[in-house]
T-cell receptor, first 117, second 115 residues
Framework: AQKITQTQPGMFVQEKEAVTLDCTYD???????LFWYKQPSSGEMIFLIY??????QNATEGRYSLNFQKARKSANLVISASQLGDSAMYFC??????????????FGSGTRLSIRP | KAGVTQTPRYLIKTRGQQVTLSCSPI?????VSWYQQTPGQGLQFLFE???????NKGNFPGRFSGRQFSNSRSEMNVSTLELGDSALYLC??????????????FGSGTQLSVL
């Protein structure tokens, strides 16, 4: 069965510093996709970045990058030059591919990131 | 394109009542998933509907049910409400067109409080 683990319930970071949010996963399927979502206090989940299990390079989206270590089954999110607006809950998620009737996206427990001015 | 729309935004019910939540996906998206979010349990998958059929179901009691209409809009129903059902219920849609990097698009959620 799939499983996502986020071991950092909360983190405090000084503004403009880089921050790494940890995520490890477990799956027996060789094909899967990994996602990171941000959830501000408003409640809506915002997609940040995606990494496919066969992607050769680490994904990047602006200030977000994903440190993908397949052998270790880790997919850490790196936020460079953190901003006050980055304060939010961050969720790591996984989906098995290709599609099957059982394919669904599951989420980790989340990390609450707080940026200090 | 309009985003995923969930109504109502807030609901207050009492134990034993039933509740229906609504979700309108992004136009063209054929799949709707529902998640329950609580501080203690995090985001838990409830079920997914695609082309009016339930494709996937999480580990929730039968009091939780849903359906999807021909226009892809979905409703979720919880009968005989319990205090533990208090949560943020999130709906998410996706095209379900087979793209490997397909992601979920979320609504703002319905905050349900059971008294």
């Amino acid at each position: 069965a799939q499983k996502i683990t986020q071991t950092q319930p909360g983190m405090f970071v000084q503004e403009k510093e880089a921050v790494t949010l940890d995520c490890t996963y477990d799956t027996s399927d060789p094909s899967y996709g990994l996602f990171w979502y941000k959830q501000p206090s408003s409640g809506e989940m915002i997609f940040l970045i995606y990494q496919g299990s066969y992607d050769q390079q680490n994904a990047t989206e602006g200030r977000y990058s994903l440190n993908f270590q397949k052998a270790r089954k880790s997919a850490n999110l790196v936020i460079s030059a953190s901003q006050l607006g980055d304060s939010a809950m961050y969720f790591c998620a996984m989906r098995e591919v290709p599609y099957s009737s059982a394919s669904k996206i599951i989420f980790g427990s989340g990390t609450r990131l707080s940026i200090r001015p | 394109k309009a985003g995923v729309t969930q109504t109502p935004r807030y609901l207050i019910k009492t134990r034993g009542q039933q509740v229906t939540l609504s979700c309108s996906p992004i136009s063209g998206h054929r799949s709707v998933s529902w998640y329950q979010q609580t501080p203690g349990q995090g985001l838990q998958f409830l079920f997914e509907y695609f082309s009016e059929t339930q494709r996937n179901k999480g580990n929730f009691p039968g009091r939780f049910s849903g359906r999807q209409f021909s226009n892809s809009r979905s409703e979720m129903n919880v009968s005989t409400l319990e205090l533990g059902d208090s949560a943020l219920y999130l709906c998410a849609s996706r095209p379900r067109d087979g793209a490997t990097n397909e992601k979920l698009f979320f609504g703002s959620g319905t905050q349900l409080s059971v008294l």
